[in-house]
């Protein structure tokens, strides 16, 4: 039977000592996809009537969620892995702090919902991840709609927004930063009088994103129309989001870890949970790392890979599962030659600065590692154990290094590894139950 877990109780601050692993074999299920978790339970509460959303992703982006979705008069009870909601419709409850932790998109998505309200507050209690990450893009749509919109220096946390409901109508928006953007006025858009006809310029990041939430939209009975290349979308107004089941399908950018470990040692390892057709970007691992010699396969049940075999560089665009990159650095250091990840720059406005920060870390653990403004490239090689490396509060930071950690000569300290709960609880867990040795040591 596959391994499957939820919250296990860990202490509240952690290091994770990570030991060398001979191989790795079992079966795990997939968490939950945060991507989908937050999107669903956002259209939940833009719905009216009880919809019910099975197999939500246990992660501190749902958790800051559904904090703010119950501040703003949603009725959410959880009963397990499911989440029961009692949505507002398109009337949040007006003068309301919402505090999002250090969840970039749940803040993005309710900065944009609040052109429903007159007076929301977002806030966060990460100032120097979540306010230092940039919202500028946004406000100025939400400003050209009519919202009164005030932040803190460069257009950063926190930010309150009044002077909703607007009417809608035409607004552009970049998504040069962020795909966040578009897709938090996606969200919006239908319960506005006038809809949103919605122009999209800069060079988009990020394009699977926003195809989920479409794909959200369209599961929950909103009518829209886009252009393939997603530089215009059209949505109507007074739409009215459906009450119903939805499923939560399994996570990508999280599996993507354990396959990538799998990839680098001997021993075979299924995910199962994965919808091959799945429209996650982080989907294209399984390619990329078919295409770097790895021994995978899919089914309409799961992947598995089976480890031991060499590794080749590849040089390939790595916008379209950036959310991966991280893990993938990981098989990167055991192929043979150097990998480039090009057209990765928004990785620098993440939770830490995921090309710098990640150089850093690789060339503490012994390996090289090049970088320009919008690329990062791995060379692979040993791992040098025996060293502490730091996680930089970046739950996909921590996955890379335990990861390369599994294939050192010597056991490695990750700090601050209890950041892994922002999008994967059972990380460890699920590393432990493939055959992994790691320690949890409290702080």
Request: glycine letters at 10%.
């Amino acid at each position: 039977m596959p391994y499957t877990a939820r919250m296990t109780q860990t202490p509240a601050q952690f290091d994770a000592v990570v030991y060398p692993a001979a191989r790795l074999s079992g079966t795990v299920q997939a968490q939950p996809s945060k991507n989908y978790t937050t999107r669903f339970l956002l259209a939940a509460a833009l719905a009216e009537g009880e919809s019910v959303v099975r197999g939500v992703a246990a992660s501190e982006d749902a958790d800051a969620l559904i904090r703010s979705l119950r501040a703003w008069g949603a009725q959410i009870v959880l009963d397990g892995p499911d989440a029961h909601v009692t949505g507002f419709g398109a009337r949040p409850r007006p003068d309301t702090r919402l505090e999002v932790g250090n969840a970039g998109a749940v803040a993005r998505f309710l900065l944009a919902v609040a052109a429903l309200t007159d007076g929301t507050e977002v806030v966060t209690d990460s100032p120097h991840s979540l306010g230092q990450r940039p919202m500028g893009d946004l406000l100025d749509a939400l400003r050209g709609l009519g919202l009164e919109v005030r932040s803190a220096e460069g257009g950063r946390l926190p930010v309150t927004v009044r002077g909703g409901p607007v009417p809608g109508g035409a607004v552009t928006v970049s998504a040069e930063r962020s795909s966040q953007f578009l897709s938090g006025l996606l969200f919006a858009a239908p319960l506005l009088p006038a809809g949103l006809d919605i122009t999209v310029t800069g060079h988009i990041k990020s394009e699977p994103p926003i195809r989920q939430t479409l794909d959200t939209l369209r599961r929950f009975g909103i009518q829209l129309d886009a252009s393939d290349d997603l530089r215009r979308i059209r949505v109507a107004g007074v739409q009215t989001y459906w009450a119903g089941k939805y499923v939560v399908p399994g996570d990508y950018p999280g599996s993507a870890a354990l396959l990538v470990a799998g990839a680098t040692l001997p021993g075979e390892v299924r995910v199962t949970g994965l919808d091959p057709q799945d429209l996650q970007g982080e989907r294209a691992v399984v390619g990329v790392l078919r295409q770097m010699g790895a021994d995978i396969s899919q089914d309409a049940v799961g992947v598995t890979v089976r480890g031991g075999r060499p590794l080749q560089a590849v040089t390939l665009d790595g916008d379209h599962f950036t959310d991966a990159i991280q893990v993938m650095c990981a098989a990167a250091a055991r192929a043979e030659g150097c990998t480039t990840w090009e057209n990765v720059a928004t990785l620098r406005l993440k939770e830490c600065d995921r090309i710098s920060d990640t150089r850093a870390e690789l060339l503490t653990l012994g390996l090289q590692a090049e970088e320009t403004a919008d690329s990062l490239t791995v060379c692979g090689g040993a791992v040098r154990g025996n060293v502490q490396v730091d996680g930089h509060g970046d739950h996909r930071m921590i996955m890379l290094l335990s990861l390369l950690a599994l294939r050192a000569d010597s056991p490695v300290r990750v700090t601050g590894a209890h950041h892994i709960r922002k999008s994967y609880p059972e990380f460890f867990a699920h590393l432990r139950a493939l055959g992994a040795q790691v320690e949890l040591l409290a702080y």
